[in-house]
């Protein structure tokens, strides 16, 4: 939380409003946002008008002041992911309040190939499954990679000493409860707690590779689901609903500046561009990147 003073009045700005700036300002200085000399934004189709158009919006409210050429893909990428990482780790512990816990937020990304997910729990099992796949080409054949996860930034929290639940009261021992993935003196792996895929556009390839990896996860859990969503700052309807529509795998989408976007879609689109980005919000599939941290305190 910060505070200014505008003549008399004090003005208090909340922390995630403060981290959502900072966040958009990170994403600029990191070369992730950008705006070329021809007016294409970095996250725009240069060959789609509307993508063109709101993406220069978006560049200008976000305050993109200088020109420059789009980074290649995998830098861009990885900034994205960096910044995504940046913003959750400076908002998301702050609300221990509503979910307590030892946390962590981890970026994975490129760093990590294969069963990146296997040294957490609930998919611990995995790593066993790759080393039978190594040393089974017929097994590999088989099961091909779905068993494989590698996301681009991930959230954990620290199993629990007895002496801390036992703090208030005597609630567990050594008799019961043996199996339960919260007591460290039953397992003593981080627990994965959320899975956020970094999109910075949204092509049908990327969409597709989210609900796969989103899949797979459900798939190969052994206990609770971890939350599962996308980030993203693609500008068209169109593509934004082949990722938020529909349900049976990633919780939600989030915009990296909703409000910004819908303004530009008014300004620059349709009324069926308005309608299908208004379904998708009234839907409860498509928020901004500043309901991310509370919503993976649900």
Same mark, same amino acid.
């Given at each position: 939380m910060t505070a200014s003073w $505008?003549?008399?009045? +004090?003005?208090?700005? #909340?922390?995630? $409003?403060?981290?959502?700036?900072?966040?958009? #300002?990170? &994403?600029?200085?990191?070369?992730? &946002?950008? +705006?070329? #000399?021809?007016?294409?934004?970095?996250? $725009?189709?240069?060959?789609n008008k509307l993508s063109t158009n709101v993406g220069a919006e978006l560049a200008r409210v976000l305050r993109v002041s200088t020109e420059s050429e789009r980074a290649a893909g995998q830098t861009l990428g990885d900034s994205f992911e960096s910044a995504t990482q940046a913003f959750l780790e400076s908002t998301f512990p702050a609300f221990s309040m509503l979910r307590p816990g030892s946390w962590q937020v981890h970026k994975v990304g490129n760093r990590a190939k294969g069963n990146s997910i296997a040294s957490f729990e609930p998919y611990q099992h995995l790593a066993e499954l790759a080393e039978a796949v190594r040393k089974s080409p017929n097994l590999a054949a088989v099961l091909g990679n779905a068993y494989a996860i590698s996301p681009d930034v991930i959230i954990t929290r620290e199993s629990v000493s007895d002496e801390l639940i036992n703090g208030g009261a005597e609630l567990v021992d050594n008799v019961t409860a043996v199996h339960t993935a919260i007591r460290s003196v039953n397992q003593t792996l981080p627990i994965l707690h959320a899975v956020v895929s970094c999109k910075w556009t949204l092509r049908s390839d990327r969409a597709q590779n989210a609900r796969s990896e989103a899949l797979n996860l459900i798939r190969n859990r052994k206990g609770r689901l971890p939350h599962i969503v996308v980030v993203t700052a693609e500008p068209t309807p169109s593509r934004l609903s082949s990722l938020a529509l529909g349900t049976g795998d990633i919780d939600c989408v989030y915009h990296v500046a909703l409000p910004e976007l819908k303004k530009a879609m008014r300004k620059h689109g349709n009324d069926d561009n308005v309608e299908a980005l208004e379904v998708m919000i009234e839907g409860r599939r498509l928020k901004d990147i500043a309901d991310l941290p509370l919503d993976l305190a649900i």
């Open positions: $505008s003549g008399w009045v +004090l003005i208090v700005t #909340a922390l995630v $409003s403060q981290k959502r700036e900072e966040f958009h #300002a990170g &994403l600029i200085e990191g070369g992730t &946002l950008t +705006l070329n #000399a021809s007016g294409v934004a970095s996250m $725009s189709d240069g060959g």
